[in-house]
């Protein structure tokens, strides 16, 4: 049973925005902090973006800085993702996770409990 859906991923140009969303259960949604991840083709899984269960705790990786904002929804149990200024090097598939804590997302490997099936973003130059 997929409890981690995501969407909104897509084809745009350079500059342009994106908007990701991930949908979860009640159950995992209020339980945990929630994370952002991407893979590129050939490149190793790296982390994004992650929100802390109520939405006062918040980082993001340095090279998304100042153009993606992660935010959650509680009464929706949705996360989302708002990319802009987008390059080609943000090319990959995107990814949201669940776990305990912020620092369970962050942590080097994850400990993310669940993980979402991922949703192709595509930057062209």
């Known amino acids: 049973q997929v409890q981690l859906v995501e969407s909104g991923g897509g084809l745009v140009q350079a500059g342009g925005s994106l908007s990701l969303s991930c949908r979860a259960s009640?159950?995992?949604?209020?339980?945990?902090?929630m994370g952002w991840f991407r893979q590129a083709p050939g490149k190793e899984r790296e982390f994004v973006a992650v929100?802390?269960?109520?939405?006062?705790?918040?980082s993001y990786a340095d090279f998304v800085k100042g153009r993606f904002t992660i935010s959650r929804d509680n009464a929706r149990n949705t996360m989302n993702l708002q990319m802009n200024s987008l390059k080609p090097e943000d090319t990959a598939v995107y990814y949201c996770?669940?776990?305990?804590?912020?620092?369970?997302?962050?942590?080097?490997?994850?400990?993310?409990?669940?993980w979402g099936q991922g949703t192709q973003v595509t930057v062209s130059s």
């Open positions: 996770a669940a776990a305990a804590w912020t620092a369970f997302i962050t942590a080097n490997p994850p400990r993310a409990n669940y």
């Open positions: 929100v802390s269960r109520f939405g006062g705790d918040i």
């Open positions: 009640a159950s995992i949604f209020s339980s945990n902090a």
